[in-house]
């Protein structure tokens, strides 16, 4: 089963045209539904992360998903030139764009100071990338922790926040090379998992 929602026996490096012809037909709703939940949380993200009001993010988060859903029969996949997340992005930017000069909701009043900030389209594209690159890796884990214990997660996460190996060892009654194996075991499958969704989703 892949990260997009079936398994058809295609090659990984497939599953994004495969779904892209299919959302093109209009009337796939097995399809719509795999993209919308690998791609609506991301879309979210980038939102919410841009300071479009929460009362308001879900309806533009769905103006977007529409948009998309519309643009997507003239879409051309064309990934030697330009990653699909490429064309995903920039829907999103000149939605939100839109949204914030003017095409908001009425009566709906935007922090003037995030507002110059964002609409500066290098401020709006390391946005878009950030969120990505965080989207991408909660994704990862959550998968990962389908695969190994949860004390190995807990493990690998005290790791991140710095808490030195010894401490950790004393925590689980583990000696500390235990805890190096662990940590590298969690990070291998981790970016795995990583460099699969970014084949599938990008």
Not at 19 to 47: C, G, K, P, T
Not at 72 to 88: H, K, N, S, V
Not at 139 to 167: C, H, P, Y
Request: proline share 2%.
């Amino acid at each position: 089963m892949t990260e997009l929602g079936w398994d058809d026996g295609s090659p990984m490096e497939d599953t994004r045209q495969t779904l892209i012809i299919r959302l093109q037909s209009l009337n796939d709703d097995e399809a719509w539904s795999v993209f919308h939940d690998a791609y609506s949380r991301y879309i979210y993200a980038v939102l919410r992360r841009v300071g479009i009001p929460h009362e308001d993010t879900g309806d533009l988060q769905q103006m977007i998903l529409v948009k998309l859903w519309k643009k997507i029969p003239g879409y051309e996949y064309q990934p030697d030139r330009a990653m699909f997340r490429t064309w995903l992005g920039r829907v999103i930017k000149n939605t939100a764009i839109d949204w914030i000069r003017g095409k908001k909701p009425e009566g709906i009043v935007f922090d003037e100071s995030v507002e110059r900030s964002v609409m500066r389209e290098e401020v709006l594209d390391t946005i878009i990338q950030k969120e990505w690159q965080t989207y991408v890796s909660n994704v990862a884990m959550q998968n990962v922790r389908r695969d190994i214990t949860e004390q190995s997660v807990e493990i690998f996460e005290l790791s991140l926040k710095g808490v030195d190996a010894d401490e950790i060892a004393v925590q689980y009654g583990l000696k500390r090379n235990s805890v190096y194996r662990i940590i590298a075991r969690v990070r291998e499958r981790l970016v795995v998992e990583i460099n699969e969704i970014r084949r599938e989703l990008e």
